[in-house]
């Protein structure tokens, strides 16, 4: 008997709005997952479907409408105290999309990195903070005395490495990576994920791989959940999900992701999901429902008989 996994992160009905409050514009609609401790759970969509607003809400950048936001079992959305919100900044970091709108032009790489450690309860001499920041430089293999520089003398994927440094520093146990390869070169790319791979492997790490292919999430991701408009509409195991994709978004995502080989490509057949095609009934209204096992898909009684034919 296989002993129960830890979770790490739970969110519960989770509901980010903007705008007036009198007619908000709800960017995240009561979405539910949980991480365990130590996996990699990948959050799939496309532009605008409030992957990254739910990043933001969990490390609190954005304020939740409703819902719970459960770290290693405290809730720490809406108002926390002192203490646990200087444990959660510390023990939960983020690496941002573009790495050079995420870093301070005019500060040098020692600054950026080291900024976290001057508050959150880090008590360290000049020397102390200097030898962690060239520890943390070297475990994204850059050399420490690139400490004395500035972001705008590295190319995007050496500043990169410096955004993740930056949060490796406060020795994090949960690290949210909103789309880290996406402003990079396809030849840089693979590179940043076999470092986040093995950074996870060396301390453990627990990260929310935020993305909007695929393809990029399937080798690096334990579990992927799918997005659209705000709702999660499929949750697997990467390789189920890819195997047997049931929502219609979720075919459709798959269908654009390029082939290598031409031919397959020209033959391939790319998929369109419209939302406004499905109607549904009072009586028969979507929910979260449990289509294969450990395979959950929103959808009708009667769309999740037509899935389960697939």
């Known amino acids: 008997m296989t002993a129960e996994r830890e979770k790490l992160l739970e969110v519960q009905d989770l509901t980010v709005q903007f705008g007036p409050k009198r007619h908000p514009f709800t960017a995240v609609d009561k979405v539910s997952f949980h991480i365990y401790r130590g996996e990699t759970f990948g959050l799939v969509g496309e532009s605008g479907s409030g992957k990254t607003t739910i990043g933001r809400a969990i490390i609190r950048i ?52 080291s900024e976290g450690l001057y508050g959150n309860g880090f008590h360290l001499t000049k020397e102390e903070r200097e030898e962690r920041v ?33 949060a490796l520093i406060m020795e994090p146990d949960f690290i949210i990576a909103d789309e880290p390869i996406s402003a990079l070169d396809v030849s840089i790319r693979a590179q940043v ?20 292919d695929l393809s990029v999430v399937r080798f690096l991701c334990d579990r992927i959940a ?48 419209d939302p406004s095609c499905h109607h549904y009934s009072e009586s028969n209204q ?14 009708s009684e009667e769309e999740l008989a037509e899935y389960q034919k697939l």
């Open 62 to 113: 954005h304020p939740t409408a409703g819902g719970k936001v459960i770290f290693d079992g405290r809730q720490i959305n809406g108002k926390i105290p002192r203490d646990l919100d200087r444990e959660v900044t510390r023990r939960i970091q983020m690496i941002f999309q573009d790495p050079m709108a995420s870093l301070n032009e005019r500060a040098k790489v020692d600054y950026i990195i």
């Open 226 to 273: 799918v997005i659209h408009r705000g709702r999660i509409v499929e949750l697997a195991e990467s390789e189920e999900l890819f195997a047997h994709p049931l929502h219609p978004y979720t075919r459709a995502l798959l269908s654009a992701i390029p082939q290598p080989d031409p031919i397959a490509e020209r033959k391939k057949k790319l998929l369109v999901f």
């Open 134 to 166: 060239a520890q943390a430089l070297t475990d994204v293999g850059l050399l420490p005395e690139f400490a004395s520089r500035f972001p705008h003398e590295f190319s995007g994927g050496q500043r990169q490495r410096i955004g993740i440094a930056r």
């Open 193 to 212: 994920l076999n470092l986040l791979a093995s950074l996870q492997r060396a301390r453990g790490l627990t990260y929310l791989f935020i993305a909007h």
């Open 286 to 299: 979507p929910a979260w429902r449990e289509a294969r096992p450990s395979h959950f898909v929103l959808a």
